[in-house]
T-cell receptor, first 116, second 116 residues
Framework: AQKVTQAQTEISVVEKEDVTLDCVYE???????LFWYKQPPSGELVFLIR??????QNEISGRYSWNFQKSTSSFNFTITASQVVDSAVYFC?????????????FGTGTRLTVIP | GAGVSQSPSNKVTEKGKDVELRCDPI?????LYWYRQRLGQGLEFLIY????????KSGLPSDRFSAERTGESVSTLTIQRTQQEDSAVYLC??????????????FGPGTRLTVT
């Protein structure tokens, strides 16, 4: 079964619009970690955020914010006032403590295009 | 400081040939990971090294794939008798810490492998 689902394959928004990227995960662990990575056209993955399963507090970093809800197994990512430089593929990922947190299970990614 | 580096950046090889891909992790990072990313897809975990522990090879797709790492330094991923389906970007990542720590992983730029 897919551990991380990013149902949105591609999203296009006009600059300055807000956009939310969805991420739904599946795990039997009570201790796990969730991540978001950005992959710009250059190809190199950039770490954005890590949250552990015991911290449901939402986080805001500049124009980025994350909404973690264990009740719906979701870890959604919102970009406020989008900019052209936000155009990239965004990956949500899960790491499970039970398996030793040895690797990340990635979703298939959401390609965001911000139109000027 | 220096990030994760990989070489070569691009490799074109004929079907049936062997290839070696190299990864230099961030200094001080004890954990090293290899992933494969097929065109338009998410990342597939291949193998994980942590210090001097036995590597987690659970993601290697076949016995044609192998990897080595000497201590906490360079790693090489070897693909023997390459097939066209091996064409992908091979990404290396490194992180601090060991099992169950789930530190964020820092990715290299990848090696784009094309098998003709």
């Amino acid at each position: 079964a897919q551990k991380v689902t990013q149902a949105q394959t591609e999203i296009s928004v006009v600059e300055k619009e807000d956009v939310t990227l969805d991420c739904v995960y599946e795990t039997r662990d009570t201790t796990y970690y969730l991540f978001w990575y950005k992959q710009p056209p250059s190809g190199e993955l950039v770490f954005l955020i890590r949250r552990n399963s015991f911290d449901e507090q939402n986080e805001i970093s500049g124009r980025y914010s994350w909404n973690f809800q264990k009740s719906t197994s979701s870890f959604n990512f919102t970009i406020t006032a989008s900019q052209v430089v936000d155009s990239a593929v965004y990956f949500c990922a899960l790491s499970e403590a039970l398996t030793g947190a040895n690797n990340l299970f990635f979703g298939t990614g959401t390609r965001l295009t911000v139109i000027p | 400081g220096a990030g994760v580096s990989q070489s070569p950046s691009n490799k074109v090889t004929e079907k049936g040939k062997d290839v070696e891909l190299r990864c230099d992790p961030i200094s001080g990072h004890t954990a090293l990971y290899w992933y494969r990313q097929r065109l338009g897809q998410g990342l597939e975990f291949l193998i994980y090294f942590q210090g001097n522990s036995a590597p987690d090879k659970s993601g290697l797709p076949s016995d044609r794939f192998s990897a080595e790492r000497t201590g906490e330094s360079v790693s090489t991923l070897t693909i023997q008798r390459t097939q066209q389906e091996d064409s992908a970007v091979y990404l290396c990542a490194s992180s601090l810490g060991g099992p169950r720590a789930a530190y964020e992983q820092y990715f290299g730029p990848g090696t784009r492998l094309t098998v003709t």
